[in-house]
């Protein structure tokens, strides 16, 4: 079983046994208290704060300290226990592991993987895993029980010493068969066909079918994934024993072939001509036709087997309706660890906030953690680094805006996660719409094929709003005074029309060294439909070090010092200032004279 988790050190000598364990956990971080460890992969200062963020990130957690120690860090922030990630605490000398949450998500199994690693004693307590030695409702990666429902019933029925009895097919092994009765009242049923029992209670699914697609360009997704599931009903096999799903590489931009995946919840590997070639010898229909136009004599038997491996047979050889065909492989023992083929390239374009730790999502963080290629303007890489681990980093110059896009597409093409690193929002002047335009006018295939996800951060105009107060109370735009992409022209006609409808008017990209016009143009059109005191927020650096925020009248309002790391924020004849005892706050209120405000509070 791969598995992985954050290790957190509070001492040097939890530090010392927390490198050792990484070594066992693939893709595992070591995580130190600053001023008692030193050399860890991530540094924090306090431990409750750091702990109970990857605990609502959905880390596996392991801690090298007392138990109570750990509980204490992470009991305000406990949920459910069917979506709490696993929890260990390890004794700083090895000795003894004890899962506390999340036993039967991964707990249990991390803490008998990193005992057997230390020497230790693996203090698992959940009656299933002590008793029995196995819990129906924490089986093997890949292996699915049905209906969930039903596992507590039974689970309870074996604890009792009551009979249940187990049918399973040949070449299955878990779960092991000494709790098990000939004869009983319960039935388990471990098997991946539907046809065998009319009276079974829980149906385990062992991963021993793959699934082969091929498709004609544009097929509907629905037809796809209706073909697909028919073909599993019409054999008599379960749709929770699929593993996969495989095609060949050039539909990996065909949202049909991604459709058939993503109904079973399954993973799509897709494959080169030659690795389905090499499956020839196996094929039950090879076609000329189809080595002549792609290079291979199949795709839906050859990427069957491909997926399913040696002992391998075609359950469901290759049919094809409406556009699709499909082909299923069986084998009799569960398809386990790393897949062959390639998996379809993740792209997440991450907006990371202002730069400060505290104002990145929680999404955005996940994301950062998942991917194993990060790209980005080098200034917002150094910002999230704390979050890379092992990604290999790409970073650009400031200004390569194609550049960073174009790299991180054909990463994601290749097959990795890749998070292209934005700072405030993504969507919001930076680099989401550029993706889209490159994929767009994109005529590779992998690179079509690539999944994006648009991973929202706090803009610069929100982080702005709130150090000053409320300024965005009421209707707002934003204007970017970048002159690169837009015609000079264009701005200085949006800033009017800015004025004219009273906006509150955010400027991104204000100034730069060789822009030094465009801004004080701008404020001179709103100073002509505004009043001279209506307040303007200079905000610098937000989040970062040297952080300055400002508030002055219009009237005074000189643009001299605003450069490419400020926002300005020029409120609108209603905004004003309030003071507080936390200082002056730039406010605009919700309504205006005039407005129903009753009917407005009921609303």
């Known amino acids: 079983m791969a598995m992985s988790a954050e290790l957190i050190a509070l001492t040097e000598a939890g530090l010392t046994l927390a490198r050792r364990l990484a070594a066992v956990l693939?893709?595992?971080?070591?995580?130190?208290?600053?001023?008692?460890?030193?050399?860890?992969?991530?540094?924090?200062?306090?431990?409750?704060?750091?702990?109970?963020?990857?605990?609502?990130?959905?880390r596996p957690i392991v801690g090298l300290c007392a138990a109570g120690i750990l509980i204490r860090l992470i009991a305000p922030v406990l949920g459910h226990k069917a979506t709490d990630p696993a929890v260990v605490a390890v004794a700083e000398d090895g000795s003894a592991v004890v899962p506390l949450i999340g036993g039967h998500h991964g707990a249990n199994a991390l803490a008998r993987h990193l005992a057997a690693a230390t020497g230790g004693v693996a203090a698992v307590t959940t009656a299933g895993?002590?008793?029995l030695g196995f819990a129906l409702d924490d089986p093997p990666p890949g292996w699915k029980v049905e209906p969930p429902e039903r596992v507590k019933a039974v689970t309870a029925a074996l604890l009792a010493g009551a009979p249940v009895r187990l049918e399973r097919d040949a070449g299955l092994d878990w779960p092991p068969p000494p709790a098990f009765a000939?004869?009983?009242?319960?039935?388990?049923?471990?098997?991946?066909?539907?046809?065998?029992s009319d009276v079974v209670d829980v149906c385990v699914r062992p991963p021993t079918l793959a699934f082969g697609?091929?498709?004609?360009?544009?097929?509907?997704?629905?037809?796809?994934?209706?073909?697909?599931?028919?073909?599993?009903?019409?054999?008599?096999?379960?749709?929770?024993?699929?593993?996969?799903?495989?095609?060949?590489?050039?539909?990996?931009?065909?949202?049909?072939?991604?459709?058939?995946?993503?109904?079973?919840?399954?993973?799509?590997?897709?494959?080169?001509?030659?690795?389905?070639?090499?499956?020839?010898?196996?094929?039950?229909n090879p076609s000329k036709l189809v080595f002549r136009t792609v290079g291979c004599h199949g795709v839906a038997e050859a990427a069957a087997l491909a997926l399913a491996g040696d002992g391998a047979s075609l359950v469901v050889p290759k049919q094809a309706s409406h556009g699709v065909t499909v082909a299923i492989a069986r084998v009799a023992r569960p398809i386990a660890g790393a897949l062959p083929g390639r998996p379809p390239g993740r792209l997440f374009v991450v907006g990371i906030g202002p730069g400060a730790a505290g104002w990145r999502t929680a999404e955005a963080v996940r994301a950062l953690r998942l991917a194993n290629h990060v790209v980005g303007y080098d200034l917002y890489l150094e910002l999230a680094a704390d979050l890379f681990g092992g990604a290999e980093r790409h970073a650009f110059p400031l200004g390569a805006?194609?550049?960073?896009?174009?790299?991180?597409?054909?990463l994601a093409a290749a097959g990795h996660d890749v998070a292209l690193v934005c700072s405030g929002d993504p969507g919001i002047y930076a680099l989401a719409t550029l993706v889209f335009e490159t994929l767009e006018t994109a005529t590779d295939?992998?690179?079509r094929g690539v999944a994006v996800t648009v991973v929202p951060g706090i803009s610069a105009l929100q982080a702005a709003a709130?150090?000053?107060?409320?300024?965005?109370?009421?209707?707002?735009?934003?204007?970017?005074?970048?002159?690169?992409?837009?015609?000079?022209?264009?701005?200085?006609?949006?800033?009017?029309?800015?004025?004219?409808?009273?906006?509150?008017?955010?400027?991104?990209?204000?100034q730069s060294r060789r822009r030094r016009t465009l801004l004080g143009e701008a404020v001179a059109l709103l100073r002509g439909a505004r009043p001279a005191q209506t307040p303007v927020l200079v905000a610098r650096n937000l989040g970062r070090p040297g952080e300055s925020v400002e508030i002055v009248p219009?009237?005074?309002?000189?643009?001299?010092?605003?450069?490419?790391?400020?926002?300005?924020?020029?409120?609108?004849?209603?905004?004003?200032?309030?003071?507080?005892?936390?200082?002056?706050?730039?406010?605009?209120?919700?309504?205006y004279p005039g407005a129903d405000t009753e009917k407005a509070a009921g609303t």
Do not use: W
């Not at 965005?472 to 022209?489: K, M, N, Q």
């Not at 905004?575 to 919700?590: E, L, N």
């Open 26 to 58: 693939p893709g595992a971080r070591v995580h130190g208290l600053k001023g008692r460890t030193s050399g860890a992969d991530v540094t924090f200062d306090d431990a409750g704060d750091h702990v109970r963020a990857l605990f609502l990130e959905g």
């Open 129 to 131: 895993d002590s008793r």
């Open 182 to 196: 000939d004869h009983g009242d319960l039935t388990v049923l471990v098997s991946d066909r539907t046809d065998l």
């Open 213 to 284: 697609i091929g498709c004609e360009r544009d097929v509907a997704p629905e037809t796809a994934v209706a073909a697909a599931g028919a073909a599993l009903e019409a054999a008599g096999l379960a749709r929770g024993a699929l593993a996969a799903v495989g095609s060949i590489d050039v539909k990996a931009d065909e949202p049909a072939v991604h459709a058939v995946a993503d109904a079973f919840g399954v993973p799509l590997r897709l494959f080169a001509p030659d690795m389905l070639e090499a499956e020839t010898p196996r094929l039950g």
């Open 401 to 410: 805006e194609q550049a960073r896009v174009t790299s991180a597409l054909d």
């Open 445 to 447: 295939r992998a690179r």
């Open 466 to 510: 709130a150090r000053a107060g409320a300024p965005l109370g009421h209707d707002f735009c934003a204007i970017s005074l970048s002159d690169l992409l837009t015609p000079r022209g264009q701005i200085l006609a949006r800033v009017r029309a800015a004025a004219d409808g009273d906006f509150v008017t955010a400027f991104f990209n204000p």
């Open 554 to 591: 219009l009237d005074a309002f000189e643009p001299e010092g605003v450069d490419m790391l400020s926002i300005v924020i020029v409120g609108n004849s209603e905004s004003r200032i309030v003071s507080t005892v936390s200082g002056d706050r730039m406010t605009t209120p919700r309504g």
